[in-house]
């Protein structure tokens, strides 16, 4: 195949700039163009998240690109939840009980800066920033730009289009008012929205808390999460209602108003906070939602890839992490089908779709489950016993989260029915009392594993697998 092919990407965000240093390594021409300012000359801005949990599928590709030990330097390790009860009361739930699984803390900014300039070092590859995508032409394969600091507007080229510009992707929009094809869209918004606040470290530069764990202060219809930088700080995000319950976004107008909020739902946390105030008036209050459509290709041309084609809500952790693996799985197509993009782009989506919906799915789930049923005595007796088990039978047993976050092996849609027939078989149980934290492990086990696949078996009957 002809490997000068020029392949035009839309945002240089960790998809695209990911990607551009992928299709660079493979020895494709590659040009970026950003609509935002390069950030490693500007700081991040305010409220937009800056740090993000990177596990297992993230780490997938960046072993792809050779970056692990550059990456692994960014990181700081998170074991499990710090659950923070609304008397300051803490309980560190985790992870896994397989030592060596954990999450990671990493600066949004810091790995996309990485990455820019890991891409940058193959003269194949251009980044162009402050130029905003306003359409695609899928037909031409010609994107048209406007230049944000010479107000100009340009047309440019390509052999193939991928658009990685998130979840207001031009290319997507194209795609709807094209209707030059069938296309499918929706987009769905929580009730919910949040805000970026942060904790400050130490004078000494010392971290205020606990620095090894996300930490959550769950309150059934909200939540407050913080997740550690290196710099000692961590960064707080609020999840609340727009417009319902006695404290939302829409009545939280004063000092006054959210002191006592903050006062009465999160004390200890309000204790490490004197700058709450500031950032809560500061910040954007910005929306959760989820994107779906399909296709996520026109024919041999255009191609949508991260959040472009499918956006979640951010409360399983994996919207980085399932960008990236995004990268991965196309770059498998690629050495099979190299130089047939209509196959490559069918190939991939028909691969990769299925397992996108089940972490948008999934993500939607582990926003009831961090908000409220974390702190539910049954739910905290289920996680106990997994970690149990993960940790006596480690070849054997994997919860959902596990099997979701860790076990990078099987796809998204997998995990998910096998994780949510578990979770259904051990509460069923609990619930049932036929099981029971003092009972002999193997026996749990074997119960444990029977259930799940009656409850699969079951499934596949009713259509549901």
């Not at 207001?168 to 296309?183: E, P, Q, T, V, W």
């Not at 209050?285 to 026109?298: D, I």
């Not at 997998?414 to 619930?431: P, T």
């Amino acid at each position: 195949m002809n490997k000068q092919q020029n392949v035009l990407i839309i945002g240089a965000g960790l998809c695209g700039s990911l990607l551009a240093l992928r299709l660079g390594q493979r020895g494709y021409n590659v040009s970026v163009y950003e609509m935002r300012q390069d950030i490693r000359k500007v700081d991040i801005s305010a409220g937009r998240s800056i740090n993000l949990a990177f596990s297992n599928r993230g780490n997938k590709a960046i072993k792809l690109v050779g970056l692990e030990h550059k990456v692994k330097a960014l990181c700081i390790p998170m074991y499990g939840r710090m659950i923070h009860d609304n008397h300051g009361n803490t309980f560190q739930s985790n992870y896994s009980g397989r030592d060596h699984e954990y999450i990671n803390s990493i600066s949004r900014g810091e790995l996309n800066a990485l990455l820019l300039d890991e891409a940058e070092k193959h003269k194949n590859v251009n980044i162009y920033f402050n130029k905003k995508c306003k359409s695609v032409d899928f037909e031409k394969t010609t994107a048209r730009f406007i230049d944000f600091n010479t107000k100009d507007e340009f047309i440019e080229d390509a052999d193939i289009i991928i658009a990685t510009d998130g979840a207001g992707s031009a290319l997507r929009k194209s795609y709807y008012l094209g209707k030059k094809f069938l296309f499918s869209f929706s987009q769905d918004y929580l009730t919910h929205g949040y805000k970026e606040l942060s904790i400050l470290p130490k004078e000494n530069g010392d971290y205020k808390t606990y620095k090894n764990a996300l930490h959550i202060w769950p309150r059934g219809d909200f939540m407050l999460i913080a997740l550690p930088n290196l710099d000692g700080s961590f960064t707080v995000t609020l999840f609340l209602s727009y417009d319902e319950g006695p404290y939302n976004f829409n009545n939280l107008t004063t000092e006054k108003m959210v002191l006592e909020f903050f006062q009465k739902e999160f004390p200890d946390a309000l204790a490490l906070m004197p700058n709450l105030v500031n950032d809560f008036f500061e910040n954007p209050t910005a929306p959760l939602g989820t994107v779906k459509c399909s296709p996520w290709h026109y024919k041999d041309n255009t191609l949508l890839m991260g959040d472009s084609a499918h956006a979640i809500v951010p409360f399983y952790g994996q919207g980085m992490n399932a960008s990236f693996e995004d990268v991965v799985e196309f770059d498998a197509v690629l050495d099979t089908h190299e130089g047939h993009w209509d196959t490559v782009f069918s190939t991939y989506e028909k691969t990769r779709k299925k397992d996108t919906d089940a972490i948008a799915d999934l993500a939607i789930d582990n926003f009831h489950e961090m908000k409220a049923h974390t702190a539910n005595p049954i739910f905290q007796e289920k996680r106990k016993l997994e970690m149990a088990l993960e940790k006596s039978f480690p070849d054997d047993y994997s919860s959902k989260y596990s099997l979701v976050t860790f076990n990078e092996h099987i796809g998204y849609r997998e995990a998910m029915l096998k994780g949510r027939a578990q979770d259904k078989a051990i509460l069923n149980m609990l619930a049932d009392g036929e099981l029971n934290a003092n009972d002999d492990l193997a026996t749990v086990l074997e119960k444990v594993k029977k259930e799940t696949q009656n409850i699969l078996e079951d499934d596949k009957i009713a259509g549901l697998k």
